[in-house]
């Protein structure tokens, strides 16, 4: 309970979770969109309460570890779960009230109890605000979960406490929260988060609030239903704005879903393709993936002056090592403007997790590997070592400035976004080559699990 008189003094983190960014000392940017998380839960404080808020995302700001808080709240992602709980206890040692939350304490409640005094599971919109009354009243609980999943009505993030300049893209919206889809390897549908959709005029009401030109949807795919999508794309064309967003490889399906995204202000779209082999596309359950279609979609999208981030995924089990030259291969001869490579991840929770668990294959669970730039699990066709050095070649490869230039240099296309897309990634191929922290120590891993029978491949 807050006994001290004044200002309730609120800190809300989000712990590093090493993107891809410019590091120039005391300033960072980051070439991805502002998450809207710390921004929201600041727009949800109950206006009653007398609250000083800070907010810091850390990938991007420094930690003032010196304040005094009366509490912290730290969302995390399985990939900063580790750093999530060193800043817990940290925090708590200083005597500031700590909160967990985010998706990794949704997938794994009982493990963050440990570290917080209270955690909130699942959506915030609803738990956030009584949280912060329980506590003014003394009776904080140690769990929060919301199980109406309400997205309707919600206040305008408040992006005026987001601190200018850190972010490529500092406006973000969502339309959508969760996913229809059951990929094994992901961890929205482990989380239960189920599949809904904010009021289309809500949705319209914040964009044209947003006095940028651009902004970017962060919705898992904002495609899922055409109908709506096209739906808010119509009511945003004469806003003359400018977005991006995640989408399906089945908008190809739909030509005037297509034509409304030119036509609403499209520039970039990231698409899951995933993989150009179709035993492992089905191996996740990502079957309304076409390989033969690719091609066309890619076209598609280019005629319509759309830039196409594509990613892919390394480590599938029908994934041998010549997977990594087949795939850079490819994404040149289809000129997908600015690839983005990941390692399979078993995030907990999810059906890749559970099989890889019983198949006596997950190396470790230290989370800070979890991060889909790692390895983490046992390869069916070549080692661990040998799909790191892949990975990392497949990177250092695609992003060579020849192969650059030829898959952005495109009569007709923006320049602007392939151009900061692919300067981004030639900088991260620098960041992978230099980071000797890509697995736990070997010698650690193979005492603690695995003898002197694991395929590492390390000479």
Not at 102 to 112: K, M, N, W
Not at 244 to 269: Q, V
């Given at each position: 309970m807050h006994t001290t008189p004044g200002k309730i003094t609120i800190l809300l983190l989000l712990p590093d979770a090493r993107i891809h960014k410019l590091d120039f000392g005391l300033w960072r940017i980051s070439f991805r969109e502002a998450p809207l998380t710390l921004t929201t839960l600041a727009a949800l404080i109950p206006g009653e309460l007398d609250v000083k808020v800070t907010l810091v995302d850390e990938s991007v700001m420094r930690i003032p570890r010196r304040g005094k808080y009366d509490i912290v709240g730290i969302s995390c992602l399985t990939g900063t779960a580790r750093r999530a709980y060193q800043l817990a206890k940290h925090f708590k040692e200083n005597g500031s009230t700590v909160i967990l939350?985010?998706?990794?304490?949704?997938?794994?409640?009982?493990?963050?109890?440990?570290?917080?005094?209270?955690?909130v599971v699942g959506f915030a919109e609803k738990t956030w605000p009584l949280l912060l009354r329980d506590y003014m009243h003394g009776k904080l609980r140690r769990v929060y979960k919301d199980t109406s999943n309400d997205v309707s009505a919600l206040p305008l993030p408040e992006r005026r406490l987001q601190k200018k300049g850190h972010y490529m893209v500092p406006n973000t919206v969502f339309a959508t929260r969760g996913c229809k889809g059951s990929c094994s390897f992901c961890s929205v549908p482990a989380a239960k988060y189920g599949w809904h959709k904010r009021p289309v005029s809500e949705v319209v009401d914040e964009i044209r609030s947003i006095s940028a030109k651009r902004f970017v949807f962060n919705d898992v795919h904002i495609t899922q239903e055409p109908d709506?999508?096209?739906?808010?794309?119509?009511?945003?064309?004469?806003?003359?704005?400018?977005?991006?967003?995640?989408?399906?490889?089945?908008?190809?399906?739909?030509?005037?879903?297509?034509?409304?995204?030119?036509?609403?202000?499209?520039?970039?779209?990231?698409?899951?393709?995933e993989s150009f082999n179709r035993d492992s596309l089905a191996s996740i359950r990502k079957k309304n993936n076409k390989v033969d279609e690719y091609r066309e979609l890619v076209r598609e999208l280019h005629k319509r002056r759309i830039t196409v981030q594509g990613c892919f995924i390394f480590g599938f089990d029908h994934d041998d090592k010549s997977v990594f030259k087949n795939t850079v291969d490819m994404v040149n001869e289809l000129k997908i403007d600015i690839p983005r490579y990941a390692v399979f991840t078993p995030y907990p929770g999810t059906e890749a997790y559970r099989t890889f668990e019983k198949e006596n294959r997950l190396l470790h669970r230290e989370w800070y590997y979890y991060d889909t730039q790692h390895v983490v699990f046992l390869p069916k066709h070549m080692s661990p070592y040998e799909l790191d050095e892949g990975f990392k070649w497949a990177y250092r490869e695609t992003f060579r400035i020849p192969a650059s230039i030829s898959r952005t240099f495109i009569k007709g296309k923006s320049f602007v976004i392939p151009f900061l897309g692919n300067l981004a990634y030639k900088l991260y191929v620098h960041r992978l080559y230099t980071d000797a922290n890509r697995f736990p120590d070997l010698n650690d891993l193979k005492r603690m699990k695995y003898g002197n029978n694991i395929r590492w491949g390390v000479v």
């Open positions: 939350g985010g998706i990794h304490v949704t997938l794994l409640p009982e493990e963050a109890l440990q570290y917080a005094d209270a955690i709506y999508t096209r739906e808010i794309l119509k009511a945003i064309t004469p806003l003359h704005k400018e977005w991006g967003g995640l989408a399906s490889t089945r908008i190809l399906d739909d030509p005037l879903l297509l034509d409304a995204m030119e036509e609403s202000g499209c520039s970039y779209l990231l698409i899951g393709f």
